[in-house]
C-alpha cells in the first residue's frame, strides 16, 4: 500500500493575483504540493509556476498540465530546465494534449493528437536527460537540439491522461502519469494497469513512476479534513503516489483545503 502525499489545485477561476496568498497560505500550513492548470484562456503555467515556487521554499509546485499543441518541444524543455534549475527539486510538469476545442480555436489542433503527443514527449524526456536530440516526425523536427545549461539531477516529466492509450503512451515515456477521471480506487487501479502496460512494454517496470490523482471535494463539508484522510488512504492503496484535492469551478478558493489538510 502507498502512502501517497497530499496537495490541492489552485484553479484558473481564481485570479492570479490570489495566487501569492494560496501558495503562503499551503506552505505555512505544511501541504505538500500545490498544483496549477494551464486552461486556456486564463493563466500561464510557466509563469505562474516560477513565480509560486519563487514564493515557496519547500512547497512541491506542478502544472497539469501544458497542453502541447501550443508549445516547440524545445523550448518547452528549455523553459522546464529553466525553472528546475532556479528550483531544483521542487517542479513537476505535466504534459497533455490539451482541450481538443481549444487547441483548434488557436489553430493548433493536431491531426493527430496521440502522434503528437508521442513524438512531444519524447522529444522533451530526451533532452532534459541531457541527449542530443535529432528527429524528423510528422509533428516535431529538431536538428542537434541540446541544453546549454543541462540539469544535474533527473527532473520527471509527467503526462496527463485519459483514455487506454494515452495511459499507455504515460507508462512508455514519460516519468508519471495524471489521472482526472474515475477517481473510484477501481478506476485508478483500472487506469494504473493501463499505465503499467506502457512501462513493461518499455522495459521500465521498475523504474519510479509517479501516479497523481485528482479529486474534486465539497470545501463546505463539515468533516473535510477525515474526508480528506479517507480519500488519500483509499487511492494510495489503489496506487495513487499523490492525491490531489481540487474544489468545484464555482467555488475556487483553495482555503478551506489547505486548512483541512493541516489538520488531517
Do not use: K
Not at 96 to 111: E, F, K, N
Not at 178 to 183: E, F, G, K, P, Y
Amino acid at each position: 500500500m502507498t502512502t501517497p502525499t497530499t496537495g490541492v489545485v489552485f484553479r484558473p477561476q481564481s485570479p492570479p493575483e490570489e495566487l501569492r496568498g494560496a501558495v503562503r497560505a499551503a506552505e505555512e500550513a505544511g501541504v505538500a504540493e500545490l498544483w496549477l492548470w494551464e486552461d486556456c484562456f486564463a493563466e500561464g503555467g510557466m509563469s505562474a509556476a516560477a513565480a509560486a515556487l519563487a514564493w515557496s521554499e519547500r512547497l512541491m509546485i506542478g502544472v497539469g498540465l501544458f497542453p502541447v499543441p501550443l508549445r516547440n518541444p524545445a523550448v518547452a524543455a528549455m523553459e522546464i530546465a529553466t525553472v528546475a534549475r532556479l528550483f531544483p527539486g521542487r517542479f513537476l510538469p505535466g504534459i497533455g494534449h490539451g482541450v481538443l476545442d481549444w487547441m483548434g480555436q488557436v489553430g493548433a489542433r493536431a491531426a493527430s493528437p496521440m502522434g503528437l503527443l508521442r513524438e512531444h514527449t519524447a522529444a522533451v524526456h530526451a533532452i532534459l536527460a541531457g541527449q542530443t536530440v535529432t528527429t524528423s516526425g510528422t509533428y516535431v523536427t529538431l536538428d542537434a537540439v541540446r541544453l546549454d545549461w543541462p540539469l544535474s539531477r533527473p527532473q520527471p516529466l509527467l503526462v496527463g491522461g485519459r483514455g487506454p492509450r494515452t495511459l499507455r503512451l504515460a507508462g512508455e515515456l514519460a516519468d508519471g502519469v495524471i489521472l482526472d477521471v474515475d477517481q473510484t480506487p477501481d478506476g485508478v487501479r483500472r487506469q494504473v494497469a493501463e499505465v503499467q502496460q506502457g512501462r513493461e512494454a518499455a522495459g521500465r517496470a521498475d523504474e519510479p513512476f509517479r501516479v497523481v490523482v485528482y479529486v474534486e471535494v465539497d470545501p463546505g463539508a463539515p468533516d473535510l479534513a477525515d474526508r480528506l484522510a479517507s480519500r488519500a488512504a483509499e487511492l494510495g492503496g489503489a496506487g495513487a503516489t499523490s492525491v490531489v484535492f481540487q474544489t468545484p469551478g464555482d467555488a475556487p478558493d483553495p482555503r478551506p483545503v489547505i486548512d483541512a489538510l493541516a489538520r488531517s
